[in-house]
C-alpha cells in the first residue's frame, strides 16, 4: 500500500469494543510557539471563516468555563497560561474500518474502536491531531485519507460530523464540556470516493483476503456460541414448560 490518495480496502473489521486506553503527549507537533490564544484569541479572517467559527470567549469567559470544566472532572483537567493558551486532554475513539500500512508490515487493522487519550493545547488543530495519532501508531498511510468526526448523541441516536481540519478540538472540547454524550471524537476514514483495488500489489490484495478470512472464522465461532447459548435457553425453557403439571 503506498501513501497516496487512494482508498485502502473495503473490508470491514470486527466491531468488538477494545478497552486499549493510551496516553500520549506529542509536544513537539501539539503545542506550538504562537502569540495567537487559538479560537477565543484575535485572528483576521473573511465574513464566511467567521461565520464557521463558533462565538470567541473573552478572557473573563475563558477562566470561567475552564473552571467550570475543571469542577465537573476528577482528574485531567485544563490547564491556563497566562499568555491565554490553555491545554487538556481529549479522548479519540479509532473506527477505522480498512487496514493501514504500518512501518515494518504491509497491510494491518488498527485495534477495533480502540480510544486513545492525547494531550494537547487550544491551537493544536485537527489537521495535528490526525498527524499526531498516525505517528503514534507510525502509519505511513497520507494523512488526507482521515477525518476526524464529532459525535453527539441525540433522540437516542448517534449523530456524526465531519470536523474542518482548521478546526480546535480543545476547544470544542471545554464549549461542550466533559461529558461523551454532548461530544466525542471519532477518528474515520474520509470517504471521498470508491475504492481503487487497482492502486494495490498482489502481496496486499492477498493479505486483505487473508485477513478477511480470519475475521470471517471469527465471526463465524462468535454466531456459533452465541445461538448456541440461545438454543439452550429455549431447550430449558421448553423442558420446563412440559414438566409443568396440568
Do not use: W
Not at 472532572?73 to 491565554?84: F, Y
Amino acid at each position: 500500500m503506498t501513501s497516496s490518495n487512494s482508498m485502502s480496502s473495503g473490508y470491514c473489521s470486527l466491531d468488538e469494543d477494545s478497552e486499549d486506553f493510551t496516553f500520549f503527549t506529542a509536544k513537539t507537533s501539539f503545542f506550538r510557539s504562537q502569540g495567537a490564544k487559538g479560537p477565543q484569541g484575535p485572528k483576521n479572517v473573511t465574513n464566511e471563516e467567521e461565520e464557521e467559527k463558533p462565538k470567541l470567549l473573552s478572557d473573563e469567559e475563558l477562566k470561567a468555563k475552564i473552571e467550570a470544566y475543571n469542577s465537573k472532572v476528577s482528574e485531567n483537567g485544563m490547564n491556563l497560561a497566562a499568555d491565554g493558551l490553555y491545554t487538556g486532554f481529549i479522548k479519540v475513539q479509532l473506527r477505522l474500518r480498512r487496514p493501514v500500512t504500518v512501518s515494518g508490515r504491509a497491510s494491518f487493522y488498527l485495534p477495533s474502536d480502540a480510544v486513545k487519550q492525547i494531550h494537547i493545547s487550544s491551537i493544536t488543530t485537527v489537521s495535528e491531531v490526525i498527524q499526531g495519532l498516525l505517528k503514534k501508531y507510525t502509519v505511513l498511510d497520507n494523512p488526507q485519507k482521515f477525518a476526524l468526526y464529532r459525535r453527539t448523541h441525540r433522540d437516542g441516536q448517534d449523530l456524526f460530523q465531519k470536523l474542518q481540519v482548521s478546526e480546535h478540538p480543545l476547544y470544542l472540547r471545554l464549549v461542550a464540556g466533559p461529558e461523551p454524550d454532548h461530544l466525542t471524537f471519532v477518528l474515520k476514514e474520509n470517504e471521498t470516493g470508491e475504492v481503487d483495488y487497482h492502486a494495490f500489489s498482489v502481496p496486499e490484495l492477498q493479505n486483505f483476503l487473508t485477513i478477511l478470512e480470519k475475521e470471517e472464522r471469527e465471526r463465524l465461532r462468535i454466531v456459533e456460541h452465541r445461538y448456541g447459548k440461545y438454543r439452550q435457553k429455549l431447550l430449558q425453557a421448553l423442558e420446563e414448560v412440559q414438566n409443568k403439571p396440568g
